[in-house]
């Protein structure tokens, strides 16, 4: 069993900024790709982004390119989100989610792709 624990949201003023923190349970945290979704109430869970086993390489939906970057810390099983030029259209829950081990090449952008969810953490952007 794998337990995600996500922190760091909150309340903050258009053009602010925010980091999440994902902490996992276990010893097998650098094995796995990871990713951010974001989920706002009568929506379908959305991508945001995700980042590969070692850290070198990671991928962005377009809605937050250049604004939000992915990171993880393998030594201290921890994935972050930081989340600069924030809008008030970036309101919404936020999760972090192991990828389910794949030899696909493609990006995993689908909720289906990830086997472990956090239980979320509420970022509320004020205009």
């Known amino acids: 069993q794998v337990l995600l624990v996500e922190s760091g949201g909150g309340l903050v003023q258009a053009g602010g900024s925010l980091r999440l923190s994902c902490v996992a349970s276990g010893r097998t945290f650098s094995s796995y790709a990871m990713g951010w979704f974001r989920q706002v109430p009568g929506k379908e869970r959305e991508f945001a982004a995700a980042?590969?086993?070692?850290?070198?390489?990671?991928y962005y939906a377009d809605s937050v390119k250049g604004r939000f970057t992915i990171s993880r810390d393998n030594a201290k099983n921890t994935v972050y989100l930081q989340m600069n030029s924030l809008k008030p259209e970036d309101t919404a829950v936020y999760y972090c989610?192991?990828?389910?081990?794949?030899?696909?090449?493609?990006?995993?952008?689908?909720?289906?792709?990830?086997?472990?969810w956090g239980q979320g953490t509420q970022v509320t952007v004020s205009s």
């Open positions: 980042i590969d086993w070692s850290g070198s390489s990671t």
């Open positions: 989610a192991r990828r389910i081990i794949s030899y696909s090449s493609s990006w995993p952008v689908a909720p289906s792709e990830y086997d472990y």
